[in-house]
């Protein structure tokens, strides 16, 4: 059996713009993408800290410290919000005790703080 496991996340995350008349995804800093292990085109959950909304869209590579909502999403986020952007991986049963996501902490301008891998175990019985 396959379970439907967080595989990265960028925790807290300032918005820095928001372009409703572009295509639609997130722009993200291309830092931050690597250091979280993330694709372009990869789908992404949103989650707005700082109104509740939460929505899907789709990476694009940003400028250093940008964390831009394009298109219809730039309606869901205002420069300034706090985000969670996640990502997640179907993992088979037996993998679950030895995956360990990439979670990605910034500051207030979306600079790393710190990678951790080992902050939680996925237990099995």
């Known amino acids: 059996m396959k379970r439907h496991i ?6 807290r995350a300032t918005v ?19 250091a ?15 109104n509740g909304n939460r929505f899907s869209t789709y990476v694009i590579p940003g400028k250093t410290g ?7 999403a730039a309606r869901l ?8 952007i996640a990502s997640y991986a179907e993992v088979e049963e037996e993998e679950l005790p030895y ?6 902490y910034v500051d207030d301008k979306n600079n790393i703080l ?8 996925v237990f099995t019985y």
């Not at 967080?6 to 925790?11: C, F, G, S, V």
């Open 114 to 121: 710190e990678v951790k891998r080992d902050m939680y175990h």
């Open 99 to 104: 995956f360990k996501p990439y979670l990605v």
């Open 66 to 72: 940008e964390i831009s909502l394009n298109g219809a």
């Open 6 to 11: 967080l595989r990265a996340k960028i925790h």
């Open 16 to 34: 820095t713009g928001a372009n409703l008349n572009y295509e639609g995804s997130i722009s993200i800093d291309e830092r931050l993408l690597e």
């Open 36 to 50: 979280g292990k993330f694709v372009i085109f990869e789908k992404v959950d949103i989650y707005n800290v700082s």
């Open 77 to 84: 986020c205002m420069p300034g919000d706090v985000i969670i």
